[in-house]
T-cell receptor
Framework: GQQLNQSPQSMFIQEGEDVSMNCTSSSIFNTWLWYKQDPGEGPVLLIALYKAGELTSNGRLTAQFGITRKDSFLNISASIPSDVGIYFCAGRNNNNDMRFGAGTRLTVKP | GAVVSQHPSRVICKSGTSVKIECRSLDFQATTMFWYRQFPKQSLMLMATSNEGSKATYEQGVEKDKFLINHASLTLSTLTVTSAHPEDSSFYIC???????????????FGPGTRLTVT
């Protein structure tokens, strides 16, 4: 099946720093989603992208749907301690099949 | 909103018994519900997809007789782990989606998960 390559696997940053993570695929998706998961909780939807080239923001979060439709990135600006968690990208194809990346574990040091 | 609840949040059961997990969409009608399994420090693994009133579609390698899924209404799906064994211990997460076009309101929203421990 379609594989999503999410990187980096983990990040250790200082509070206030900006963060960037991305997902790539060998196949085309028509929707890219970004979720955040806190320990022991279910993933929470952060941003949804539906058009190639689309750039969408949600507070300090910004995500883009790559022009080739095979990649997406998520940026977090001015990180704060509550940004800690695991961020998952997800791509959905035109068969409505959704695949998840392996996740990026973010640690923010105060 | 799009709120999905799961019950119970944690369950401990003895090997050989069955456990039922409920997933409810609280403020929308979920035409499709999904069940995922997640191992520590790993991504979500889709187990099955169910549409209201239809039989669930299981992913390859998931035993349908062991993981019984019932999607009896537009707001409720249940996952029953039958004859549970210690290797079934995991974090089970449901997700729900309403029928619609490309918009946030028709995306997949997740429940808080159920931690199953089989002793």
């Amino acid at each position: 099946g379609q594989q999503l390559n999410q990187s980096p696997q983990s990040m250790f940053i200082q509070e206030g720093e900006d963060v960037s993570m991305n997902c790539t695929s060998s196949s085309i998706f028509n929707t890219w989603l970004w979720y955040k998961q806190d320990p022991g909780e279910g993933p929470v939807l952060l941003i949804a992208l539906y058009k190639a080239g689309e750039l969408t923001s949600n507070g300090r979060l910004t995500a883009q749907f790559g022009i080739t439709r095979k990649d997406s990135f998520l940026n977090i600006s001015a990180s704060i301690p509550s940004d800690v968690g695991i961020y998952f990208c997800a791509g959905r194809n035109n068969n409505n099949d959704m695949r998840f990346g392996a996740g990026t574990r973010l640690t923010v040091k105060p | 909103g799009a709120v999905v609840s799961q019950h119970p949040s944690r369950v401990i059961c003895k090997s050989g018994t069955s456990v039922k997990i409920e997933c409810r969409s609280l403020d929308f009608q979920a035409t499709t519900m999904f069940w995922y399994r997640q191992f520590p420090k790993q991504s979500l693994m889709l187990m099955a997809t169910s549409n209201e009133g239809s039989k669930a579609t299981y992913e390859q390698g998931v035993e349908k007789d062991k993981f019984l899924i019932n999607h009896a209404s537009l707001t409720l799906s249940t996952l029953t782990v039958t004859s549970a064994h210690p290797e079934d211990s995991s974090f089970y997460i449901c997700s729900a989606r309403r029928r619609g076009g490309l918009s946030l309101s028709s995306e997949q929203y997740f429940g808080p998960g159920t931690r199953l421990t089989v002793t």
